[in-house]
C-alpha cells in the first residue's frame, strides 16, 4: 500500500511535533507548513490526501486558507480537518464547514482519535485514488476492447461477406456438377438401352443377312429378283452399320486398341479427310511434335476423326478454317477422368456454333441439327462412346457465331503396348475346311440359331441347336462328338463365355467360336485366344472363322 502525503499546518513548530508524533505510526509521508503561505506551496509541489489546519495563524487564519484552497478546482476533493482549542462553538463549526472543512478535532488532541480521523480520510483518498486509476485502465480496457470489436465485427462483415462468396460459388459449382451428373447418368441409362436394342437388332439382322445370302445363291438367273435381293442385303449391310454406331455410343463395341501414332494417321487419312471437307475449308494443323502415342481402336479413331470433320465442315456454311490440334495434356484434367497421362485431340471449327440448349443434347443419339435426310446423329455420339471406352473421355464446348471445339482426351500408351504394336510376322493364309464337320450351334435367339445353322449347312456342315448353355452341356454329356461349338454371348443363365470355359476344361480340343451382337466378353484367364465373331456375321465370314478355329485348336482352348 503506497503511503499518502499528509500536510499539516500551523504557526506553533511544537504542535507541529506533537501531530508527527502522533501520527508517524500510521506509514504516511507527513509534510508540515508554519504558515497559509508554505501550505500553498505544498499543495502546488505534492499530491496532498489530508490537510490539518490551525484555526488561529497570524497572517490568515484558517477558515481563509480553506477558503483559497477551496477554490481551485484541484484541490476540491482534500480532506480538510481544523484543529483548534478555541472557537469551538456551533457557528464556528458551521463556519468551518461552510469554507471547506470535512472534520473538527479539539485540543486537547486524543491521540487515538486523530490518528483514526487522518488514517479514514487517507484511506479515501486512496480508496478513490484507486479507483479513479481502476477507472482509467477499464475506459483504456474499454476503448481497447471496443475497438477489437470493431475490427472483430468488420473481419467478421469481411468473412461473412467471403462466406456468401463461396456458398455462391458451391452453389454454382454443384449446380453444374448436379448437371453434369444428370447428363452423365442421362447418357448412360440411353447407352444402356442403345445397346440392348443394338444387341437385339444384330441378332435380328444376323437372322435376315444370313437367310438373304443363301436365298441370293439359290435364286433361278433372274435380274429383278436379284436386284431386289441384293437391295434388301444392302438396307441390311446399313443397319449393320447403324447398330455398330449405337454400340460405339453405348461403348460396348469391339474395340482392338493398340498403340497409336497420332500424326501417323492423321498423314494416312489425311487426303480422304481433305476430300470429305471440300476446297472450301482451310485445315491448319497443329499437331505437338513427339507425341506420345495414344492407346485407342486405331480404325474406330480414324472413323471419330472422320465424323469430327465433316460435323465441322456443315457448321462452317460457305466454308471455314478447320484446325486439328494434338498435345499432352496438361495441368488440371476433366473431373471424369481417373490421374494418368493424357494426350488431347481436338477440332476447332469458326462455324455457326451452339447454343447452350444444344451442345448439351449434342452428344445424344439421334440427335441432329441438320434437317432431313442430313445426318443420322451419331457421329458425336460415337466419339463420345469411343473416347469413355478407350479409358478417356470427350468434351465440347461452343457459342453461337464463335464456332466449336470437340475435344478428346486419350490415354497415353503403355511401353507395353508400344513395344506389343510393333510389326509382327503375318500369319499365312488359312486353308479352306475340306471336310463336313458336325458343328453344336448354341443361341437362345431360335432365328438366330437358326439362320446360323442355314450357312454351315450350306457350307456342307451338319448342326445341333440348344437354345441355352445348360442344354449345350446335356447334348455334349450325352456321348455326342463335335468338331465344332458356336455359341453365343448374351444367353440368360449361363454366358456363352462361361461355357467356353466349360468346354475347354471337360472337352479340352474342342474348338468354341463366340458370336455376339456387342463385346462384353469378361478379362479372363483362358480366354484371351477365343475366337469370335460379331454378328451380323457373312457366310464368308463364318466360313473363315470355322478354318481359324480348326487350324489353331491348340490356341483356341
Not at 23 to 42: D, I, Q, V
Not at 204 to 210: E, V
Not at 246 to 269: G, T
Not at 459 to 483: R, W
Request: proline share 5%; glycine share 8%; net charge negative.
Amino acid at each position: 500500500m503506497l503511503p499518502v502525503n499528509i500536510l499539516m499546518v500551523d504557526d506553533q513548530p511544537a504542535k507541529l511535533l506533537s501531530y508527527e508524533v502522533i501520527l508517524g505510526g500510521l506509514g504516511e509521508k507527513l509534510l508540515k507548513a508554519h504558515s497559509a503561505r508554505e501550505a500553498l506551496e505544498h499543495l502546488l509541489r505534492s499530491e496532498i490526501a489530508v490537510i490539518l489546519v490551525d484555526v488561529c495563524m497570524p497572517e490568515q487564519d484558517g477558515f481563509e486558507l480553506v477558503s483559497m484552497i477551496r477554490e481551485h478546482p484541484r484541490y476540491k476533493n482534500i480532506a480538510i480537518i481544523f484543529v483548534s482549542a478555541v472557537m469551538m462553538a456551533e457557528p464556528d463549526r458551521l463556519r468551518g464547514y461552510a469554507a471547506g472543512a470535512v472534520d473538527y478535532v479539539s485540543v486537547p488532541i486524543v491521540p487515538d482519535v486523530l490518528r483514526a480521523k487522518v488514517k479514514v480520510f487517507a484511506d479515501l483518498y486512496r480508496n478513490a485514488r484507486e479507483l479513479e486509476r481502476l477507472n482509467t485502465d477499464l475506459e483504456i480496457r474499454v476503448r481497447e476492447r471496443t475497438m477489437e470489436l470493431e475490427a472483430s465485427a468488420a473481419e467478421l462483415r469481411r468473412l461473412n461477406e467471403e462466406l456468401e462468396e463461396r456458398i455462391e460459388e458451391r452453389t454454382r459449382e454443384r449446380e453444374t456438377a448436379l448437371a453434369q451428373l444428370f447428363e452423365a447418368q442421362k447418357l448412360d441409362t440411353i447407352g444402356q438401352l442403345t445397346g440392348g436394342v443394338a444387341h437385339d437388332f444384330n441378332n435380328l439382322l444376323m437372322a435376315i443377312l444370313g437367310s438373304l445370302n443363301i436365298l441370293k445363291k439359290r435364286l433361278p438367273e433372274d435380274g429383278k429378283s436379284e436386284r431386289l435381293v441384293e437391295n434388301a442385303i444392302q438396307a441390311a449391310e446399313r443397319g449393320a452399320a447403324l447398330t455398330q454406331r449405337l454400340l460405339a455410343f453405348a461403348r460396348r463395341q469391339e474395340l482392338k486398341p493398340q498403340a497409336v501414332d497420332f500424326l501417323e494417321l492423321y498423314q494416312s487419312i489425311e487426303q480422304l479427310l481433305s476430300r470429305a471437307l471440300g476446297p472450301g475449308v482451310d485445315i491448319r494443323k497443329q499437331i505437338q511434335a513427339s507425341l506420345p502415342k495414344v492407346l485407342v481402336d486405331r480404325n474406330q479413331l480414324e472413323l471419330a476423326l472422320l465424323n469430327l470433320f465433316v460435323n465441322a465442315r456443315d457448321a462452317m456454311v460457305g466454308g471455314g478454317t478447320l484446325v486439328l490440334a494434338g498435345q499432352a495434356a496438361e495441368g488440371e484434367l476433366p473431373g471424369s477422368l481417373k490421374p494418368g497421362r493424357y494426350v488431347q485431340i481436338s477440332v476447332s471449327d469458326n462455324g455457326e456454333g451452339m447454343d447452350v440448349a444444344t451442345a448439351a443434347r449434342a452428344a445424344e443419339p439421334f440427335f441432329t441439327t441438320k434437317g432431313q435426310g442430313k445426318g443420322t446423329g451419331l457421329g458425336l455420339s460415337m466419339v463420345h462412346g469411343l473416347a469413355a471406352q478407350s479409358g478417356g473421355t470427350m468434351s465440347l464446348s461452343s457459342a453461337v457465331g464463335e464456332g466449336t471445339t470437340v475435344a478428346l482426351w486419350l490415354p497415353v500408351a503403355p511401353e507395353a503396348a508400344v513395344e506389343s504394336s510393333m510389326p509382327h510376322s503375318i500369319e499365312p493364309d488359312v486353308p479352306d475346311v475340306e471336310h463336313p464337320l458336325k458343328v453344336l450351334v448354341v443361341d437362345d435367339d431360335f432365328l438366330v440359331s437358326m439362320g446360323t445353322s442355314a450357312m454351315l449347312e450350306d457350307l456342307g456342315h451338319s448342326t445341333v441347336e440348344a437354345p441355352s448353355a445348360a442344354s449345350a452341356l446335356e447334348i455334349l454329356e450325352s456321348g455326342q462328338v463335335f468338331d465344332l461349338v458356336i455359341t453365343d454371348q448374351a444367353m440368360p443363365g449361363m454366358t456363352g463365355a462361361e461355357l467356353a470355359r466349360l468346354i475347354f476344361s471337360s472337352y479340352p480340343g474342342l474348338p468354341v467360336i463366340l458370336a455376339s451382337g456387342y463385346s462384353e466378353l469378361p478379362e479372363c484367364d483362358g480366354l484371351e485366344l477365343l475366337l469370335r465373331m460379331v454378328k451380323p456375321f457373312t457366310q464368308e465370314e463364318l466360313k473363315v472363322t470355322i478354318a481359324r478355329a480348326l487350324a489353331h485348336q491348340g490356341m483356341a482352348a
